[in-house]
């Protein structure tokens, strides 16, 4: 086997190991998930999900994630039809949508931290600060990864490499662009429905 | 001022957790003393270098299964050591004598105990079996994500190294190898015992977690070509299943022992008694990890006993696709029997009817395996070398453990002897019968093709008896005595007509020692007698296998030439067939990974991030966690450096040994 | 050298066997000699399931020395045929057998797990008595709400009464077992589990914690006496007189984390104790603080 196509093995193979790390992933969030849906009568006399989420508020996080999801996607397509230039637009938007999505995130954060209902409140607060900062910590872990990607793609936007490696963060940023979506339904939208 | 410098330097860590008791002392003074020996005698004998360059930081996967089993024997020393300290007090410890140790350390041990076990024994023996051995079976030259391997072996050596930690300062959790909550939670445990187990077990966890991913992409992509999945041998099937199961179930894990963690560490309440928490949500994550890590251990153990029985009765496996089918209905079911842990909750007829009967329909695809392997003896030529010692008394022993797994999936049963005594002698009937004969089986089989002699045959068939008849002195009494109502995990009793039963536990327990001292004596004994017991063809058992196919020991690249595989038994039907030498033509370059440190690196890190978490040492912690990132980021951007090995130098080697 | 080898083995096996017989030749095995009807029944139970295993087992043995002794390689007038690797119906027939035999145990659990749930109310022609259990660390606590008693480490009831026991804790996790009565159950904080129990035959009897709630676990066991009526009645006659009584106050000296050296007796004074240890653990009370 000669080296290029031995690149490109290695390639396709680390491509189903990250799919399947995205199901161990999956399995993690569904555990929180399950968790979430156990404990969310556990206010322990604070408030119930239908009296703190704003779902509009979520939703403005929706759309900002979404729209992330959507740049990393052209980033992704621009590298393949080696637009470099296209493509760095699209990974830097991204990572800024990133940023305001966690700001968002931490803003919510704040402000349920501020008016007493921190983690230690109830087992509802504990599981919804857990479900939502799980997912907040892998975008943090995903922004970490796109900087430094970035960083990779200006330094040298021709390698063979550069594709290969922008689509497995592609995968994971739609990855978690998915489970955000359930969250959204799940804690948000439901939340407030009961 | 000083008083919170320190706090903020050493976080709750200090003196006062040194341990006070002589039993404990002695395990606090010994350990490092040994670690110290070791690491003097590789000062002295300067073999440093050379443990660096060939093991420590080697990216083959038979080196690491070399380490992985080194450890989990090492483990299954002091697992074993804490269970002898366990039947010793118990055989004492009725009615004015309290036996001789404290409950608090009796609590530590029996959890020890089963966490070392299960975690470092089982999980080692495993994983290091299946690096020895898949990518040889596969013929494949390597595991999928080499690198990704040596991370997964230093995480579980990062776990090891934490649980073992406990006894020099902190001492270990009380609570049992899961730890239910609320008695692993903050108010009734504060300590760092608790803590010391959830960091280990999350460290080796994730290193677990890894290995499950690599060796499925291993096993889906790294097969030597015309090897469809129905011509896989099938203990790369069974570790398929297992691995499966690894990537289903261990996140599981994760979050369990995360929750318990956050619960602990920032006061949340996932699993308190009040504020809305919910123990119960706990049992039943934990048992969604616990059951389907039963059948993780045991699947490949099935297949390593189907490969020997294939070898050592001549003939190929009976029933190869029922045993593939009763495989994949084992990982099937598997998920979805976890509440018969726990029938005693209280959680109604038909939940527990439903969990029942599932539980006893994994029964139906293992007995078809069991008489798929006695009639894969039929009309054999049956040779009894150890492995297939092992094998007879892993019948014998797992299908009476099978046979009180059944009673006990009957729900109206349970409630009569579940968390008693005949709980532990069932789970240990499974557990060594199964587990443990399997691997030390797949120890002694696959040994001449990692070192290039083979054990010696005698003393490993005195070692299985010796775990034969001790298995059945130690357990045999305590189903007696859960019938007797003699509950789990007891420090001591009233009734002096449970002694005698609990004496003869304790010698089984010695005659178990006896076995794997004979165990060791036998890697001695076969060191020393290496030249006589050499394996010169490659081949010493008539395998069936491609790892026969290639020389003993087996090279860095496994195969010089990538087989082309037409049948299921390749080896066998090769040599049936007489094929032809290949080709000078047919050799080419083979790239292999170089070392690399960086796994170690992380594992360190790792492991320190836990040793912060476990003593509130935030800032150690924050530091760690920092690190580890920062190398998974380097390694992601740095060139994978590779070495070749060049075709003319393969074919000389491969003409040397044919001629 | 082959004969060595049967004797060997034949002694060890007598020898485990012997050692066997001088273990058990007079203990007691509370779950095989039960003292009352649910766990009669299941001591049925565990000896049809041994009798459906050994259908599979015995063949699995004896196959297992047969073909070992008889395709030793050794043995030159075996047959010795390596292309048998598969046969439809032998393998057929290990897929019926086994199926067949854990239909029929499937119905029967489906079956026991419904008439022995330990929620359901024992027929009986004695009405039901109401005892309610609270664990503690490290001991039992037995209030009888009608007859105004409770007890520590002692459990004393009328034979052939059926009991529900209502059970909760004040301590982690614990489980509460008769195993001469038959069926365990959790007990866990702020939740009420429900055990259905009788006693057919009077005597004295152990119970016990099965699972571990601390360092005194080991000593959380406790006599049961099961008593004809009248002395039941004349009992807790007698002690609801008494002046050593448990109220809320008392409750909470008990429920220190302790263990007993003899068991206690009291005139119960507060008759919804239960309620209000169940309550301890209710997310409002502990956001208002304790109740009294």
């Known amino acids: ?127 919804f600060f857990t479900l939502v900062g799980t997912h907040g910590l892998h975008i943090s872990i995903g922004l970490v990864w796109a900087s430094t990607l970035l960083g990779y793609l200006i330094r040298s936007p021709h390698h063979d490499d550069a594709h290969r490696k922008m689509s497995l963060f592609a995968l994971f940023w739609h990855f978690l662009d998915i489970i955000w979506v359930f969250i959204f339904t799940i804690v948000y939208l439901l939340g407030v429905l009961s | 001022m000083i008083h919170t410098l320190a706090e903020g330097l050493l976080g709750r860590l200090s003196l006062d957790y040194l341990p006070t008791e002589p039993a404990t002392i002695g395990a606090a003074v010994g350990l490092p003393l040994s670690a110290l020996a070791i690491v003097a005698a590789l000062t002295y004998f300067k073999k440093w270098r050379w443990l660096w360059d060939n093991w ?22 002091r697992g074993l050591a804490d269970a002898l300290m366990l039947r010793a007090h118990t055989a004492q410890a009725v009615g004015d004598n309290s ?30 079996l299946i690096n020895v051995a898949l990518p040889l079976m596969l013929g494949a030259r390597d595991v999928a994500f080499p690198f990704l391997n040596s991370v997964s072996f230093w995480l579980f050596a990062a776990g090891m ?43 080796a966890g994730i290193g677990s977690l890894l290995s499950g991913i690599n060796f499925t992409v291993t096993i889906l992509k790294k097969r030597a070509r015309g090897m469809t999945l129905m ?6 099937w069974s570790v398929l299943v297992s691995m499966v199961l690894v ?29 809305g928490g919910n123990p119960m949500m706990y049992i039943n994550l934990i048992w969604a990890w616990g059951h389907p890590e039963v059948y993780i251990l045991i699947l490949p153990a099935f297949g390593i006993f189907s490969e020997v029985v294939a070898t050592f009765a001549r003939k190929a496996l009976f029933g190869y696709r029922t045993m593939v089918a009763a495989l994949i209905a084992i990982m099937f079911f598997s998920f979805i029997v976890w509440q018969h842990h726990f029938f005693t909750m209280g959680a109604g007829a038909n939940v527990n009817a439903f969990f029942g009967i599932m539980t006893m329909v994994i029964a139906i695809p293992t007995g078809v395996k069991i008489f798929n392997w006695l009639f894969t003896m039929y009309k054999g030529k049956i040779r009894f070398d150890a492995p297939m010692v092992w094998f007879l008394c892993f019948v014998v022993t797992f299908t009476l453990g099978g046979v009180t797994g059944v009673m006990m999936a009957v729900p109206a049963i349970d409630f009569q002897v579940h968390n008693s005594m005949f709980l532990v002698a069932h789970f240990h009937n499974t557990i060594i019968g199964g587990v443990v004969f399997g691997f030390l089986a797949g120890i002694t089989y696959w040994f001449p093709k990692i070192f290039g002699f083979r054990l010696h045959d005698r003393l490993g068939k005195y070692s299985a008896y010796a775990w034969q008849i001790g298995f059945i002195l130690a357990f045999m009494p305590l189903y007696a005595l859960g019938l007797m109502g003699a509950v789990r995990r007891i420090d001591h009793y009233d009734d002096p007509s449970w002694q005698p039963f609990f004496i003869v536990s304790a010698v089984g327990v010695l005659v178990i020692m006896l076995g794997v001292g004979l165990f060791i004596l036998q890697l001695a004994v076969s060191i020393w007698k290496r030249k006589e017991l050499r394996d010169t063809t490659g081949d010493p058992w008539n395998g069936r296998t491609l790892e026969w196919s290639v020389p003993s020991p087996a090279p860095e690249y496994n195969f010089a030439i990538e087989p082309d595989v037409t049948h299921r038994d390749e080896w066998w039907y090769r040599k049936e067939s007489k094929l032809a030498l290949p080709k000078k033509s047919s050799y080419q370059d083979i790239w292999v990974p170089k070392n690399s440190g960086l796994g170690i690196g992380i594992a360190v890190f790792a492991g320190l991030f836990g040793f912060a978490m476990i003593w509130h040492i935030w800032w150690l912690g924050f530091v760690a966690f920092l690190v580890v990132v920062a190398l998974i980021v380097f390694r992601t951007y740095a060139d994978e450096p590779e070495r070749r090995i060049s075709a003319e130098h393969l074919y000389h080697l491969d003409k040397g040994r044919k001629q | 050298m082959k004969t060595r080898g049967v004797l060997i083995l034949a002694v060890v096996l007598a020898a485990i066997g012997a050692l066997g017989w001088w273990l058990l030749r007079d203990a007691t095995l509370d779950v095989l000699q039960p003292a009352g009807n649910i766990a009669e029944q299941q001591r049925s139970l565990l000896i049809v399931a041994s009798v459906l295993s050994a259908i599979v087992v015995v063949p699995v043995f004896t196959l297992l020395i047969v073909f070992s002794v008889r395709y030793r390689e050794g043995n030159k007038k075996a047959i010795y045929d390596p292309n048998l690797t598969h046969d439809a119906r032998l393998e057929a027939l290990w897929w019926g057998i086994p199926i067949a035999i854990i239909g029929v145990l499937g119905v029967i659990t489906w079956q026991t797990s419904h008439s022995l749930d330990p929620y359901k109310r024992i027929a009986s022609s004695n009405e039901t008595m109401n005892i309610e259990v609270v664990a503690l660390q490290w001991k039992w606590l037995f209030l009888y709400p009608h007859q105004r008693v409770a007890t520590v480490d002692k459990l004393i009831i009328p034979v052939d009464v059926p009991v529900e026991f209502s059970l909760t804790s004040d301590a982690p996790m614990s489980a509460f077992w008769i195993p001469s009565l038959g069926s365990q159950i959790y007990t866990m904080n702020g939740m009420t589990s429900k055990l259905n129990l009788i006693a057919t035959e009077p005597g004295s009897y152990r119970g016990y914690n099965t699972n571990i709630n601390g360092k005194g676990y080991a000593s959380m066991d406790f006599m049961v006496e099961a008593v004809d009526k009248k002395t039941f009645v004349d009992w807790h006659g007698e002690l609801a007189k008494s002046s050593n009584g448990l109220d809320w106050t008392t409750y909470k000296q008990l429920s220190k984390p302790s263990t007993l050296d003899s068991p206690k007796e009291y005139a119960l004074h507060n008759t919804s104790l239960m309620h209000a240890i169940e309550m301890k653990f209710m997310p409002e009370h502990a956001m208002n603080g304790e109740i009294e």
């Open chain 1, 1 to 127: 086997m000669n080296h290029i196509a031995h690149a490109h093995d290695k390639h396709e193979t680390a491509q189903l190991g990250f799919w399947l790390y995205l199901m161990t992933d999956l399995m993690l969030f569904a555990g929180l998930f399950a968790t979430y849906m156990v404990l969310r009568g556990g206010t322990a006399g604070g408030p119930t999900a239908a009296e703190l989420f704003d779902p509009t508020f979520a939703l403005s996080e929706t759309i900002v994630l979404l729209l992330s999801s959507f740049t990393c996607g052209i980033a992704a397509l621009a590298l393949r039809y080696k637009k470099q230039s296209l493509a760095l637009w699209g990974l830097g938007l991204t990572i800024a949508l990133g940023l305001v999505f966690l700001a968002l995130e931490m803003k919510e954060f704040a402000e349920f931290y501020s008016e007493g209902h921190t983690w230690q409140a109830s087992a509802f607060l504990s599981s």
């Open chain 2, 247 to 275: 990537m289903l179930a261990f996140p599981l894990l994760t979050v369990s022992l995360g929750l318990l963690s956050l619960d602990r560490l920032m006061g949340m309440h996932f699993f308190t008694s009040d504020f």
């Open chain 2, 231 to 236: 011509k896989m041998p099938i203990f790369a």
């Open chain 2, 99 to 128: 036996g001789l140790f404290t409950t608090d350390t009796f609590q530590q041990v029996f959890s020890a105990h089963g966490t070392i076990m299960i975690f470092f024994v089982a999980m080692g023996l495993m994983f290091g």
């Open chain 2, 56 to 77: 420590l930081t080697s990216l083959d996967a038979k080196k690491i299964g070399v380490m992985y089993i080194a450890v989990a024997i090492a483990m299954l020393l």
């Open chain 2, 161 to 203: 190294i934490l649980i073992n930690t406990s006894l020099v300062i902190g001492g270990f959790s009380n609570g049992g190898w899961l730890g239910y909550p609320p008695l692993t939670g903050l108010e009734y445990n504060p300590g760092p015992g608790v803590d010391y187990w959830i960091w280990s077990l999350q460290i």
